[in-house]
């Protein structure tokens, strides 16, 4: 099982940039892929971005251009950099890792896009 820990969330104006942190308790070489979710209230989760082991990136339609997801090897962390937020990015956060164990997932981190 992989630990993972999200931080960087908080309240924005629209417009702003945040950048979300996902911190694995081993090495993100290993994994299969990293992905970011998001859920808003009453809605179901959704995939925003995911990274691949081979380095390969793919991204919602509703965050093209405005996310990026990246990783760090060096830091067991892998980043969603997000610029140009909407309120309609307001969401849970979520991290996710598919590795050699199956699926595991982080506690969450609250992202509130508002004037």
């Known amino acids: 099982q992989v630990q993972l820990v999200e931080s960087g969330g908080g309240l924005v104006q629209p417009g702003g940039s945040l950048r979300l942190s996902c911190a694995a308790s081993r090495t993100i070489v290993s994994f299969y892929a990293m992905a970011w979710h998001r859920q808003a209230p009453g809605k179901q989760r959704e995939l925003v971005a995911i990274l691949t082991r081979g380095g390969r990136t793919n991204y919602a339609d509703f965050v093209k251009g405005r996310f990026t997801i990246s990783g760090d090897n060096a830091k067991n962390t892998v980043y969603l950099q997000m610029n140009y937020l909407k309120p309609e990015d307001t969401a849970v956060y979520y991290c996710?890792?598919?590795?050699?164990?199956?699926?595991?997932w982080g506690q969450g981190t609250q992202v509130t896009v508002s004037s």
């Open positions: 996710n890792v598919e590795s050699v164990t199956g699926l595991d």
